[in-house]
């Protein structure tokens, strides 16, 4: 089994954002098997997504793995105050999502 956990940001939607949490989730994993791979990689992205851009210099590790993983303990992390959760969610979410999905004028679509 190996140790792991993830960070998240919980909210309730109630006629807005509202209880806005960042909250970590220990979530351990147990294999029941594991082999080595080879990968290669190439990012290709939209006119608008800037990341596929960004050269790949290598592939650090592969593997094929028969695993589970489940959440063990959710601890709160950080509450913001409701003053402040708007601001955050539109920082998050415009980090999330790429321009097309945000604002019509940037949508384009290629075809191949």
């Known amino acids: 089994m190996t140790e792991g956990g993830c960070l998240l940001h919980r909210y309730r939607l109630d006629g ?47 593997a094929w793995a028969k695993c589970d993983n489940w959440v063990r303990n959710l601890s709160v992390m950080y509450r913001y105050p409701q003053d402040a959760t708007m601001d955050t969610m539109q920082y998050l979410y415009a980090g999330r999502y790429d321009r097309s999905l945000l604002c019509r004028g940037h949508q384009r679509y290629e075809t191949k």
């Open 16 to 62: 807005g954002f509202k209880d806005m949490e960042l909250v970590y989730y220990d979530s351990p994993t147990r294999y029941y098997s594991w082999e080595p791979a080879a990968a290669t990689v190439t990012l290709i992205s939209s006119i608008d997504d800037p990341w596929g851009e960004i050269p790949v210099v290598s592939v650090l590790g592969a």
